[in-house]
Nanobody
Framework: QVQVTESGGGFVQAGGSLKLSCAAS????????MAWHRHAPGKQRELVAT???????GYGNSVKGRFTISRDNAKNTVYLQMNSLKPEDTAVYYC?????????????WGQGTQVTVSS
């Protein structure tokens, strides 16, 4: 069993910054990609950023240049630094980890953390 836990959400004014953290724990042999997604009311879930175990990153178009994903493999943790936040960034942010438990690969998701950006 694997647990994925997000933290760091909150309320911020437009133009401000927040840093999210996501830690995976439990029966982990290794983790491939870790990613952040978000889901706003009335919208489809959106991929925000990804980071491979080798440090290769990717970003959704709406956050490029404002958000930065980073990862600490030793801690099985991924971070999302969010700068220049906009009201449209308001959403529940979810962390996803692709975990090998021995030879078995599974995707695990956290419960989400709310980010609210006021105008």
């Amino acid at each position: 069993q694997v647990q994925v836990t997000e933290s760091g959400g909150g309320f911020v004014q437009a133009g401000g910054s927040l840093k999210l953290s996501c830690a995976a724990s439990g029966s982990i042999f290794s983790i491939s990609a870790m990613a952040w997604h978000r889901h706003a009311p009335g919208k489809q879930r959106e991929l925000v950023a990804t980071c491979t175990s080798g440090g290769r990153t990717g970003y959704g178009n709406s956050v490029k240049g404002r958000f930065t994903i980073s990862r600490d493999n030793a801690k099985n943790t991924v971070y999302l630094q969010m700068n220049s936040l906009k009201p449209e960034d308001t959403a529940v942010y979810y962390c996803n980890a692709g975990v090998y438990s021995g030879r078995v690969y599974s995707d695990w998701w956290g419960q989400g953390t709310q980010v609210t950006v006021s105008s």
